[in-house]
């Protein structure tokens, strides 16, 4: 039996929080395993698999979505969540991504509307007959350790019996909660039922559920022992409060979020995933700490950096990064007749007053041209927009898909403002 998954620390999967920055400075603090946010099955398969090597990272992209990006340093540590419950997409999955990963475990745990309307994550605690074949097939496939994370049942005796169930398809280990499909965070956590599990069990079990009473190393150690636990994964407790993973005691909150952008700088990340990631690290100070406020306040990733001193860092990876990367967002190239680049920015910066539409209909006016004229395409894949934009004799568009008609306009006036040498034209600081 492979030890992969024995006496482990890990972090565990988080939506929006478990990307590549947050699971390198978890390992950084001291875990020993970290699990990549759950990724529907379907996602993965329509993905195309890119060597960076501008980022030293394996991409997994869909259009000009980083759907997974794997960091060297992790790549014997990091276990990738599927949500899915199609034995053949399962494998599919598996076949395509196990070159990448260190393990590979599904999704039965979360309670989620996402997950659940998909019939994935806790739907599929109640369909054990498709539970079996998920597992049984992804066993067979693998050529890497295969889990998956549950929730206790609504009574102890059943829990024991799907246990039974997902033991037997040849799993390595699987992770359990100890809150029921309908609980929240706010509710008691079923230690003893845990525990019940932990000495049926023929393979190690991960305790989870246990950050409310987490603040510390060392509660880590004390949840692990209550429970019995082979190991224990972390989630809430980890996203709040990063350093507890340090055996030497924790990091202030500041020098926990300059070390969280530090990664987001060399790893090229998103201003939404890191506002996400930087606000639940701030908590309560949101509110009081004018770092926090201007975070909460940034519009784009550069006034995040700008709030914590980081900007200097942040410049200095971002022109790396746009004289490096295949994804040059400083220039335009033209496709069929479509002059297109790599442009977005956040939605609140269309509160101004100026936007890109707004200098775009100036400058025509100036010009004694027509106004420019708007075209949306909803893509099928994700029902996302992508816009268009003529302006004379010449169209403009972002190869960064936008999730409404409005921002898809706007993002399109903002790549024909690059296009036409007007950029400077345009207020602030809208380039992300």
Not at 84 to 97: F, H, L, R
Request: glycine letters at 6%; proline letters at 4%; charged letters at 30%.
């Amino acid at each position: 039996m492979s030890d992969f998954y024995s006496n482990k620390i890990i972090l565990a999967p988080m939506v929006k929080a478990g990307r590549t920055p947050l699971r390198l400075l978890a390992l950084d603090y001291g875990a020993d395993l970290v699990y990549t946010e759950e990724i529907v099955d379907l996602k993965l398969l329509q993905s195309k698999r890119i060597v960076n090597d501008t980022l030293k990272t394996v991409d997994y992209m869909l259009e000009d979505e980083v759907v997974l990006r794997i960091a060297p340093e992790e790549k014997s540590k990091i276990v990738l969540q599927i949500g899915t419950n199609s034995p053949e997409k399962a494998v599919g999955v598996v076949k395509k991504v196990q070159q990448d990963i260190a393990a590979i475990d599904v999704n039965m745990g979360c309670p989620k509307p996402f997950s659940i309307s998909g019939g994935m994550g806790a739907a599929l605690l109640s369909k054990p007959d498709i539970v079996k074949e998920v597992l049984t097939a992804l066993v067979k496939a693998s050529n890497i350790p295969v889990s998956c994370k549950i929730r206790v049942l609504n009574k102890p005796e059943d829990t024991l019996k799907f246990v039974e169930m997902i033991q037997e398809t040849g799993i390595a280990a699987f992770g359990i909660h100890g809150r029921r499909r309908n609980e929240r965070p706010g509710d008691v956590n079923r230690i003893d039922e845990i525990k019940q599990v932990v000495e049926f069990a023929k393979i190690p079990v991960i305790a989870n559920g246990g950050s409310g009473l987490i603040n510390s190393y060392e509660d880590i150690l004390r949840f692990k022992q209550e429970t019995g636990a082979s190991s224990v994964m972390i989630a809430r407790s980890i996203l709040q409060r990063p350093s507890i993973l340090r055996k030497e005691g924790v990091f202030s909150m500041q020098q926990e979020i300059e070390q969280f952008l530090d990664k987001c700088c060399e790893l090229d990340e998103t201003y939404t995933q890191i506002k996400y990631v930087v606000q639940r690290i701030l908590g309560s100070q949101q509110e009081f700490d004018p770092r926090g406020k201007a975070t909460i306040a940034a519009v784009n990733s550069l006034e995040i950096y700008r709030a914590w001193g980081k900007e200097g860092k942040y410049k200095e990876y971002k022109e790396f990064h746009q004289k490096h990367s295949l994804k040059r967002k400083a220039a335009l190239e033209e496709i069929d007749g479509v002059h297109c680049g790599n442009f977005t920015f956040a939605i609140k910066r269309l509160r101004q007053t100026v936007t890109p539409k707004v200098v775009l209909n100036i400058y025509c006016d100036q010009q004694k041209l027509p106004k420019p004229n708007y075209i949306s395409v909803k893509r099928d894949s994700d029902g996302r927009f992508e816009g268009f934009v003529e302006v004379g004799d010449k169209k403009y568009t972002s190869k960064i898909v936008q999730p409404n008609i409005r921002m898809a306009e706007q993002v399109a006036a903002f790549a024909a403002l690059v296009g036409l040498g007007l950029r400077d034209k345009l207020p602030g600081e809208w380039d992300e």
